[in-house]
């Protein structure tokens, strides 16, 4: 039994060895990285299409895609005319960032201001690999119900950002805004939060600004030296 922990607690460390690596890599190119994570069909890849749309003129930008066994959302972004890599983990239920140390070698690094990583559909153990982000960005949908983010904490207390999607079908259900969102607060209340529809755009454009602010933001602070 205690074996069995010095081994998750080891594979653990040692992948935030290679975080703390990626990270000084993507600061001393001044990339901004985010580790996009969310339920299976939460709509990531459907916002990351809409983000894509929105920013890709201003903004020299790369997406790493994490999947099972398919490429279908890779091939969604590669639709939209920007650089993006896939990675398959064969049945593994989260990125680490010896994936990500290896999709790095098919991109053109210097030619980046955004990275963003679509983890695996998962709201549990992607929270838990660093993967040298920026930032962690989750994305909740208010069909999977608004006990979500007491009943998965880790994630919600470990990200920065959580994007409220499907908002456009919250009257088909029974989510409450209001407990979702103090649930959220209890959990993190630094936690930014955007309401946004793939279907109708509505916070597209908010989250578009924000993200640019990041970039921005990123460009004129110090690089890490250690974590
Ligand atoms: N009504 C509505 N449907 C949405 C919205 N966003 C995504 N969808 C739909 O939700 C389904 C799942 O979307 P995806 O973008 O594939 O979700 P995902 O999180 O990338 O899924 P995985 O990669 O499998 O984890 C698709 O049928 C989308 O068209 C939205 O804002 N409103
Ligand atoms: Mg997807």
Known sequence: ??????????????????????????????????????????????????????IKSEVKM???????????DAQRIEAQGIPVTQINTCGGCHLDSSMIQQALTALALDDLDLLIIENVGNLVCPSSYDLGEDIKMVALSVTEGDDKPIKYPAMFQ??????????????????????????????????????????TGEGIIELAQYISSQIAAKRTRPQTTER
Not at 4 to 19: F, H, P, R
Not at 176 to 189: C, E, Q, V, W, Y
Request: aromatic share 6%; charged share 20%; with cysteine.
């Open 62 to 72: 790369a997406v790493i895609e994490g999947d099972l066994y398919t490429s279908k």
């Open 1 to 54: 039994m205690t074996k069995q922990i010095e081994v998750v607690s080891d594979i653990l460390q040692a992948n935030d060895q290679l975080s703390l690596e990626l990270k000084l890599l993507f600061d001393s190119k001044g990339i901004f990285v985010i580790n996009f994570m969310g339920s299976p069909g939460a709509g990531k890849t459907s916002i990351l299409e809409k983000l894509v749309q929105t």
């Open 158 to 199: 470990r990200a920065q950002l959580v994007i409220l999607n499907k908002i456009d079908l919250l009257e088909y259900t029974n989510f409450s805004l209001d407990h979702a969102l103090g649930d959220i607060k209890t959990i993190n209340p630094a936690l930014e939060v955007f309401n946004l529809s793939c279907r």
